[in-house]
């Protein structure tokens, strides 16, 4: 009985490598683009696996996935990586597009050997909504000095 279990849970690695559990280290930081896009940064580190990856033992994708609970998740599409990475700490990023509401993130990395890495970092990176009220203030301030600039070149010929 043992040894069919054993054998059970050989078979289910050898079909299901994504059972191996190996931890990618995902850090996620978060900016703006120029058009109100949100763009993750993710630093992924490859070293449970290897240092550095080499074209037989490599990083083949990353995901990223998001939340607004932390218990419910949406997985973005799966992201190719079209070149082998020269060093086992690399940077990604991802356009979420036009962020509304409070989001949280996490990624995943697949390795050509064992599979997907989990989820991380746990817990997961908030992902703020665009600060409409920052880009507000912003723009009032800027008619402001643009108003006063106008009003100092016209000065002299008031006068
Ligand atoms: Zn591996």
Same mark, same amino acid.
């Given at each position: 009985? *043992?040894?069919?279990?054993? #054998?059970?849970?050989?078979?289910?690695?050898? $079909?299901?490598?994504?059972? $191996?559990?190996?931890?990618?280290? @995902?850090?996620?930081?978060?900016?703006?683009?120029?058009?109100?896009?949100?763009? #993750?940064?993710?630093?992924? /580190?490859?070293? !449970?696996?290897?240092?550095?990856? %080499?074209?037989? +033992? +490599?990083? %083949? /994708?990353?995901?990223?996935?998001?939340?607004?609970?932390?218990?419910?998740?949406?997985? !973005?599409? *799966?992201? +190719?990586? %079209?070149?082998? @990475?020269?060093?086992?700490?690399?940077?990604?990023? $991802?356009? #979420?597009?036009?962020?509304?509401?409070?989001?949280?993130? !996490?990624?995943?990395?697949?390795?050509?050997? +064992?599979?997907?890495?989990?989820?991380?970092?746990?817990?997961?990176?908030?992902?703020?909504?665009?600060?409409?009220?920052?880009? %507000?203030?912003?723009? #009032?301030?800027?008619?402001?000095?643009?108003?006063?600039?106008?009003?100092?070149?016209?000065?002299? $010929?008031?006068?």
């Amino acid at each position: 009985m *043992v040894v069919v279990a054993a #054998l059970l849970a050989m078979v289910i690695l050898v $079909y299901h490598p994504s059972a $191996y559990a190996w931890n990618s280290s @995902p850090q996620i930081t978060n900016s703006l683009d120029g058009s109100g896009n949100t763009v #993750l940064t993710i630093q992924f /580190d490859f070293s !449970q696996m290897s240092d550095p990856p %080499t074209a037989s +033992h +490599h990083p %083949t /994708d990353f995901q990223v996935r998001t939340s607004t609970d932390g218990s419910s998740w949406t997985e !973005q599409a *799966v992201v +190719h990586i %079209t070149s082998i @990475p020269a060093t086992t700490v690399f940077t990604v990023t $991802y356009s #979420l597009g036009k962020v509304t509401g409070d989001l949280q993130a !996490q990624a995943r990395l697949n390795c050509n050997v +064992h599979g997907w890495s989990s989820w991380g970092p746990d817990p997961a990176v908030p992902v703020p909504e665009f600060p409409f009220g920052m880009v %507000t203030v912003t723009s #009032l301030l800027l008619l402001v000095g643009s108003l006063l600039l106008v009003r100092g070149k016209r000065l002299p $010929y008031s006068s």
